[in-house]
Every structure is written in structure tokens, then in C-alpha cells.
């Protein structure tokens, strides 16, 4: 039988600035790093800028503010950020184009920044986005030039500090991105080894129920079938059986082909079949149905239930968790308490639909049998289901000898929440 495996879908790729990553001692140093150095960029900064270029105070500090702000946040916004930082650069020069001092193009306070910027995108961001920046700055420092010529006469003075400035600049930004595009094979490397990872199990996950479904169906559907077949036949192999005998096979007849039925959508489900899965299941109006079957077993069994109980107004989840719950506890009369009058009431109140299937104590001339196959696995399935919808569940035994089992459930499953009660007593 060939397994059928689900594809895996590809993680969708976010740009470097925006992925989340655990906060690993490298990445908090270069942070701290990162802000020290706006910081001290913020602080020499501005004085230099008002004391050598002759800026007014409020300027300078203005525009140094930008630049450092923008520095310390271009790790997360890195294209708003270099555009601020970009603007701020221009402002700076253009404030200080009518001063003499220095040979520089722009103040040496505002290559630093440009320097420092490229480094922060080169590791942290697309190599595409760095060298726009590069470029920017470059035409940026040529233009500043081109507004006061006269400063910059003769020409190999401002040519000399401007290819030494672009070429640092440009050395800085490349050793950022060979840095950056290291750093993001080595990313893309872990997150296909995790998707390789994912399939792995994904697929162990379906080899693991294709082999449960198999077992299932070479073993308990052949001995479903077996028993199927005997109670079929046997009115027709045992010579003068009586009518009682006879309706007790067909009793049993009847109960193997509902297991068997649910036991084919059980092999769907694990085999992911989706006709399978979209299969009917039984609800509240298949409960006398499950009644009847148990009265013919023997067991003396009323049904109390609520017409707001049945139809499609309550969620075939909770309908399905009923009828289980029903199913589980009739089934542990029969393997504990033979004969023993059980009543099964199951009403609606408002949101939620309350379950109670209560039997006595057995005759005392009966002695309970329980079959090899009883795992004790009933009522820890019974309280699974319930847990997953949101429900409560009281199960325990009686003074008078008997056993209990109390099930509320929400109505709609998701929008109802019941505070859960704790479990007392064992079966």
C-alpha cells in the first residue's frame, strides 16, 4: 500500500531586517555596539559641527539627532532609515557648504555616519539595498560639490578627499555584505534543514498510520467479519433455534456491521482518504438505534432524550461526542455491570447539551465478564474527547453499587467554554 504523503509548503522568505532571531549574545553585543556608536556620534557630532563649521546650535543638533537615530534604527527600518539618514547627510552639507574649513566634501562626522550605515545594511540587509546607498551618498557628495565650486578650487584637492572617502566607504559596505550574505546562506541552511526536518516527520507520521490502518484491517475487520458472518448464517446452520435465539444473532449481526461500517471510516481517516473523512457519523438521533442494540444484548436500558437535543441545531462535534459517550458507557455496563438497569438521559440547556448515563448495581446472580481486549482505555478516551470541545466530565461509582457518568458539552464547540470539573473514580 503506498502512502500518501502531503506536500510541504515552502516558508514563505522574508527580507533579513525583518526576521525574528533569538536574542544570542553575538546579536545583543553588536546592539549595545550599535548604539554606542550612534551615541558617541550624536555627541561629537554636534559640537564639532557648531564649533569648526559654525552651524547654529539648534541645527546641529537637529540634524546630528537624525543621523544618529537613524544609524540605531536601521537594523529595523532599514529603507526609512537610510533615506532620513541620507537627508540628514544633505542637510549637513548644505549647512556647512559656506565654511572653509577642512579639504573634505562633506564634515568627517557625516562619513563616518555614511560609513557606519553601509555597515549596518551590508550585514543586515540585501546587498542590493547597500549599494543603492553607496550610490545615493556618492552622487549625494558630488552634488554638494557642484553647489559651491568655488570652495573646492583647485580641482585634485576635493577630488583627492572625495575618492578616499568613497573608496573607504565602498570597502566598508563590501566587507558588510560578504559578512551578510554569509550570515544568510547560513540562515537559508537551517531553515531547509527544519523544512527537511518537517518532511521527515510528516511522512514517519503517515507511514506510522498506514501501519496502524493495516493492522486494523487484517486483524480486527477479518474478525469483525468472521463474527459477522457466523451470526449471519447461524440461524441457518443450528437446526429448531428458537425465535429468542434467533433475534439475539441478528442483535449481533447488526452491531458488526456498524462496526464494521465505522471501522472502514476509521481506515479512511488514517489512510487520508477524504471520502472517509466526509462520511457521516453518528449523532444524538442515532441513539436509539444504540439503545435498542444494548436492550437486545440483555440490559435493561430507558432513553430520556430531549427533542432540543436532536436535529442539526447543535454541532455535529457535539453530537458525535454524545452519542460516544453513550457508546463508551453502555459498553462498560456490559463488560462490568450484565443486567443491570441503566437509565441514559440526554437533554439540552441553552449552550450546552448535558449527558448522564447512570446504571444500578448488577443482579446479584450475575458476575461480570470482562473481555481479554478491555484495555481500561474507555473512560481516558471519554475524557480526551470531552477536553478537546471545551466540555466537563464527572464520572464515578455509587453508594448503591452502581456507576455514573456525567458529560456536559458546549453546543457549538470554540464559542462556549465550561470550566472543567475534576475526575473522580476509575472503570
Known sequence: MTAHVPPVTPRRRRPWSTRREWATWPVVVARIVLVVVAATLFAVAAPVTVAVYDVPVPLALLVTAVLSVSLGLAPVLPRTSSVAHLAAVAALGLLTAGSPAGPWPLPVTAIIGVGALLVVLGVRTDWRLTAAVWTAATVLTLALVAVAPGRWEPADVWAATFVVSAGSSLLFAGTAVAVGQRRAVRV????????????????????????????????????????????????????????????????????????????????????????????????????????????????????????????????????????????????????????????????????VVAVEVVNAAPPRDTVAIVPPDDGGFGLTGMRERVAALGGTIDHGPLPSGGFRVRVTLPCHPGTTTLRPQADRGTR
Not at 541552511?189 to 493492522?215: G, H, K
Not at 441457518?236 to 465505522?262: G, H, M, N, Q, W
Not at 472502514?264 to 442515532?286: F, I, N, W, Y
Not at 432540543?308 to 453502555?330: C, H, K, N, W
Open 188 to 351: 537559508e541552511l537551517a531553515e531547509a534543514r527544519r523544512d527537511v526536518e518537517l518532511e521527515q516527520a510528516r511522512r514517519r507520521s503517515v507511514e506510522e498510520r498506514s501501519r496502524i490502518a493495516r493492522e486494523l484491517h487484517d486483524v480486527v475487520a477479518h474478525s469483525m467479519s468472521v463474527v459477522h458472518m457466523q451470526a449471519e448464517s447461524a440461524p441457518f446452520r443450528v437446526a429448531d433455534l428458537p425465535p429468542a435465539a434467533r433475534a439475539e444473532f441478528a442483535a449481533i449481526a447488526e452491531t458488526s456491521r456498524t462496526a464494521l461500517r465505522e471501522m472502514r471510516q476509521l481506515l479512511g481517516t488514517l489512510r487520508a482518504d477524504t471520502a472517509a473523512e466526509r462520511a457521516p457519523q453518528p449523532g444524538l438521533d442515532d441513539l436509539p438505534a444504540l439503545v435498542r442494540a444494548t436492550q437486545a444484548a440483555g440490559i435493561p436500558v430507558a432513553l430520556q432524550l430531549d427533542e432540543g437535543a436532536s436535529g442539526g441545531t447543535i454541532d455535529p462535534l457535539a453530537r458525535l461526542a454524545a452519542y460516544r459517550v453513550v457508546q463508551e458507557a453502555l459498553g462498560n455496563v456490559a463488560r462490568h455491570a450484565p443486567g443491570a438497569e441503566t437509565a441514559v438521559t440526554v437533554v439540552r440547556r441553552d449552550a
